[in-house]
C-alpha cells in the first residue's frame, strides 16, 4: 500500500509539473530543416523541464511562409510565440507592429555587445528605427554550385566570369549529349529568389536599387541588361532550358541533387543536401565558388538569411525571449552548420574544426558572406519584390519583352518610392 501511495504521489507531481509546463509554439519554414530545428529544441527543453516547444512548420518558400503568418499576425493570433523570419521581413514586421521589441528585455548597456559578436549584416538588419526586432538565426548567401567531375572531364576550372561559365556549359553539354542535363540554373518563377536572380546581373555590373539615402536610383537600362542577360542564356547561349520561368530554388536543388545540372546559383543549404541525402546522385561530385562576375565588373552575391523573433502577440513573451537568445547562440550556429550547411552568423565558427570537417568549402565563405549585396529595405518591401520578380518571370516566359518588362519594374517602384 505504501508503495502505491508513493507511486500516486509522484505520479500528481508529475502531473503538476507537465500542467505547469510552458508551451512555446514555434514557426519553422519547411525548408529550413525542422528536422535539425527538433533537435536543438530537445536540447533546450533538457535544460529547462519546466518549457515544452512545439514545432509548427509550413511553406516550401520565403512567399508561402510569410502569406501564411501574414494572416496569423493580422488576426492577432496568439497561437504562435516565435518565428524564424526571412532577413527582408524585419522591416515589415517592425512597421506592421508584429514583433514584440527585444529592447525590453535587455539593459541599455547590453544590445551593442549582444549585437557586436554576430556578422555586422545580420546585426544592422535587426534593428529597425532604433528598435531590436529579432536576433540571428544563421547567414546566406547565393554561390555557384557545379559538377566537380563534369569540369575536370572536360579540363576545366570553375569559372570566375559568366563567360566562361557560358561557354563551359556549351561544350560539356555538346560532349555529353544528355537530354536530361541542362547548363545554368537560376530561379525564375514568382518567388523571392527570382528576386536573387533580378539583382545579381546589376550589382555585378556596379548598379543598385537604391542610394545611401535610400532613393531609387535604378534605371530602365539597368533593369533592362539584368533581363536580357537571363533570357540569352535560353535563347542565344541554349545553356539554360526554355522553362526556366517554373523554376523555383529548391526546384534547380532537387534536379542537381539528381544530376540534371552542370551549375546552379544555390544558397548554402544546398551542399548538405547534396552530400548526405539518400537519394542524392552528386555526392562528391560538388564544388562550390563565389558567383562569377562579368568582364570587368565583380562578383556579387545576394544576401540572405534568417532571424528569431517573437510575435507581438504570444502570451509567453519572457520564455519565448529565453529561447530565442539560446536559439541566436554560437552553439546553436554550430549545430545548424554541421547538420544542415547553414552558414554561421559568427565569424569564428568559419574557422571551427568540426564546422569545416562538415563543409569544407566554408573555409572561403566568409568573405562572400561579407560582401554579399541586401535586398531593398522597406516597409514595402513585399511589393517591391514582387514588382521585381514578376518583371522577370514575364520575360522567361516570353509574356513580355525586356524592354517592356523593365518599363514596368521602373513605373512600379517609382510608386512605391515616391
Known amino acids: 500500500m505504501k508503495k502505491l501511495w508513493l507511486a500516486l504521489a509522484a505520479l500528481m507531481v508529475l502531473s503538476t509539473a507537465v500542467a505547469q509546463q510552458t508551451r512555446l509554439r514555434v514557426f519553422v519554414g519547411g525548408q529550413q530543416r525542422p528536422d535539425v530545428m527538433r533537435k536543438i529544441f530537445d536540447i533546450y527543453q533538457s535544460r529547462n523541464p519546466s518549457v515544452r516547444v512545439d514545432i509548427e512548420t509550413g511553406g516550401?518558400?520565403?512567399?508561402?511562409?510569410?502569406?501564411?503568418?501574414?494572416?496569423?499576425?493580422?488576426?492577432?493570433?496568439p497561437s504562435i510565440d516565435v518565428l524564424l523570419i526571412d532577413v527582408i521581413r524585419p522591416a515589415q514586421y517592425q512597421a506592421s507592429r508584429w514583433a514584440d521589441t527585444?529592447?525590453?528585455?535587455?539593459?541599455?548597456?547590453?544590445?551593442?555587445?549582444l549585437l557586436k559578436q554576430y556578422l555586422p549584416a545580420y546585426a544592422k538588419a535587426d534593428v529597425v528605427n532604433g528598435q531590436l526586432v529579432a536576433l540571428p538565426a544563421f547567414a546566406d548567401a547565393q554561390f555557384l554550385y557545379y559538377r566537380k567531375d563534369l569540369l575536370e572531364k572536360y579540363g576545366f576550372k570553375p569559372p570566375t566570369t559568366w563567360d566562361e561559365a557560358i561557354k563551359q556549359a556549351q561544350t560539356i553539354l555538346a560532349g555529353e549529349k544528355n537530354p536530361n542535363l541542362n547548363g545554368i540554373g537560376f530561379m525564375g518563377n514568382i518567388s523571392e529568389g527570382t528576386v536573387c536572380s533580378f539583382l545579381l546581373p546589376i550589382w555585378a555590373a556596379g548598379g543598385d536599387v537604391t542610394d545611401a539615402n535610400n532613393r531609387l536610383i535604378l534605371t530602365e537600362a539597368q533593369a533592362k541588361d539584368s533581363l536580357q542577360f537571363w533570357l540569352d542564356l535560353m535563347d542565344k547561349y541554349?545553356?539554360?532550358p526554355n522553362n526556366m520561368a517554373e523554376k523555383a530554388?529548391?526546384?534547380?536543388?532537387?534536379?542537381?541533387?539528381?544530376?540534371r545540372w552542370i551549375f546552379g546559383t544555390l544558397?548554402?543549404?544546398?551542399?548538405?543536401r547534396f552530400q548526405n541525402d539518400a537519394d542524392s546522385q552528386v555526392k562528391?561530385?560538388?564544388?562550390?565558388?563565389?558567383l562569377p562576375k562579368f568582364?570587368?565588373?565583380r562578383s556579387a552575391s545576394c544576401l540572405g538569411g534568417w532571424q528569431w523573433t517573437i510575435s507581438d502577440f504570444s502570451r509567453n513573451k519572457a520564455q519565448a525571449y529565453k529561447l530565442v537568445r539560446f536559439l541566436s547562440s554560437p552553439e546553436v550556429s554550430k549545430i545548424l552548420a554541421i547538420d544542415a550547411s547553414n552558414l554561421p552568423v559568427f565569424p569564428s565558427l568559419y574557422k571551427d574544426p568540426d564546422v569545416l570537417k562538415a563543409n569544407p568549402w566554408f573555409a572561403d565563405a566568409l568573405p562572400v558572406v561579407q560582401a554579399a549585396r541586401a535586398r531593398p529595405v522597406h516597409p514595402r518591401y513585399t511589393e517591391i519584390a514582387d514588382v521585381m520578380r514578376k518583371g522577370l518571370n514575364a520575360v522567361l516566359a516570353r509574356t513580355k519583352?525586356?524592354?517592356a518588362a523593365a518599363k514596368e519594374i521602373i513605373s512600379g517602384l517609382q510608386a512605391i518610392y515616391k
Do not use: C, H
Not at 67 to 72: A, C, F, G, K, S
Not at 102 to 113: A, H, M, S
Not at 249 to 259: C, K, L, N, S, V
Open 60 to 77: 516550401a518558400t520565403s512567399d508561402q511562409q510569410q502569406q501564411y503568418l501574414t494572416t496569423v499576425l493580422a488576426s492577432r493570433d
Open 249 to 259: 530554388q529548391d526546384t534547380i536543388r532537387q534536379e542537381m541533387q539528381a544530376g
Open 267 to 272: 544558397f548554402a543549404y544546398a551542399w548538405n
Open 102 to 113: 527585444l529592447d525590453k528585455y535587455l539593459p541599455g548597456v547590453t544590445r551593442e555587445n
Open 295 to 297: 568582364e570587368g565588373g
Open 284 to 290: 562528391g561530385k560538388i564544388g562550390v565558388v563565389p
Open 401 to 403: 519583352t525586356p524592354e
Open 238 to 240: 541554349k545553356v539554360s
